[in-house]
């Protein structure tokens, strides 16, 4: 005796999909945050007394993990060359493009 074949119930599949788009843009929503903190001009980098905040010295590490020297690092931030220097030796002691990245927050 051949076997019935159920019909097929486009619902589940269809629910499955909407879930993975509601997904999808949760998390295009959230990368989209961080894409937009990632600003080298950000006042929020820099302190009062004009040294890099947590958030400043986390964004010039990004910098150099896109390959860009010093100088770039120096006029993007509006930092001196010697401070972009010191932060790039110290990015390197850290690993470089493979430390252990911080949130930007």
Same mark, same amino acid.
């Given at each position: 005796? =051949?076997?019935?074949?159920?019909?097929?119930?486009? !619902? =589940?599949?269809?629910?499955?999909?909407?879930?993975?788009?509601?997904? /999808?843009?949760? &998390?295009?929503? &959230?990368?989209?945050?961080?894409?937009?903190?990632?600003?080298? *001009?950000?006042?929020?980098?820099? *302190? =009062?007394?004009?040294? /890099?905040?947590?958030?400043?010295?986390?964004?010039?590490? %990004?910098?150099?993990?896109?390959?860009?020297?010093?100088?770039?690092? *120096?006029?993007?931030? !509006?930092?001196?060359?010697?401070?972009?220097?010191? %932060?790039?030796?110290?990015? %390197?002691?850290?690993?470089?493009?493979?430390?252990?990245?911080? &949130?930007?927050?």
């Amino acid at each position: 005796m =051949p076997e019935q074949q159920q019909p097929f119930d486009p !619902k =589940p599949v269809l629910d499955l999909i909407a879930n993975i788009e509601a997904d /999808l843009q949760r &998390l295009k929503g &959230l990368v989209e945050q961080q894409v937009e903190k990632f600003d080298p *001009a950000n006042p929020h980098n820099k *302190a =009062p007394d004009g040294k /890099l905040t947590e958030e400043g010295v986390e964004c010039c590490y %990004r910098l150099f993990d896109e390959g860009k020297s010093r100088y770039s690092v *120096a006029q993007q931030m !509006k930092i001196s060359f010697a401070a972009a220097t010191h %932060r790039f030796n110290t990015w %390197r002691k850290m690993g470089g493009p493979k430390r252990q990245k911080t &949130l930007l927050g």
